[in-house]
């Protein structure tokens, strides 16, 4: 298995050195708005611990993104109206895995299924809604 290379774009976002939309801030995850968004309100969980995927998590750090997955969602949910959630996970290149630090993508859907490019300011409105839905 290849090292963890602990210079990623995420582990750089959880040191702060790289701006990001935040939504939660916890202990051992951050949750983030997608800089690529597929739809409206488009997250991502991200451990705070080192690992590269699904093949090096540590078991609890996976069981405890799940439970935050299901937080998001029902705040998803709340916040934009969705009829339904896809979580995805990839691990390794072969499987759609561009940046090897562990992340769940949380996306939104609406009873539609086009792709919505989104601005910078809409995402922050989104993530104020998401916020305030986790309250």
Do not use: C
């Not at 290379?5 to 995420?10: A, E, P, Y």
């Not at 895995?97 to 299924?113: A, E, M, R, W």
């Amino acid at each position: 298995m290849k090292a963890y290379n602990k210079d990623n774009i995420f582990a750089k976002i959880i040191k702060d050195e790289i701006p990001s939309i935040k939504i939660l801030d916890e202990e051992n995850y951050l949750v983030i708005m997608d800089a690529f968004p597929e739809k409206q309100g488009h997250v991502l969980i991200i451990p705070k611990n080192e690992s590269r995927n699904i093949f090096d998590i540590e078991t609890i750090d996976l069981e405890r993104m799940m439970g935050l997955a299901q937080k998001i969602a029902i705040a998803q949910r709340k916040a934009f109206g969705s009829s339904g959630v896809k979580i995805v996970q990839n691990s390794e290149s072969s499987a759609g895995q561009v940046i090897f630090h562990t992340h769940l993508h949380l996306i939104p859907y609406f009873n539609d299924t086009e792709a919505m490019p989104l601005s910078l300011d809409t995402m922050e409105k989104q993530a104020e809604a998401l916020k305030k839905a986790l309250m």
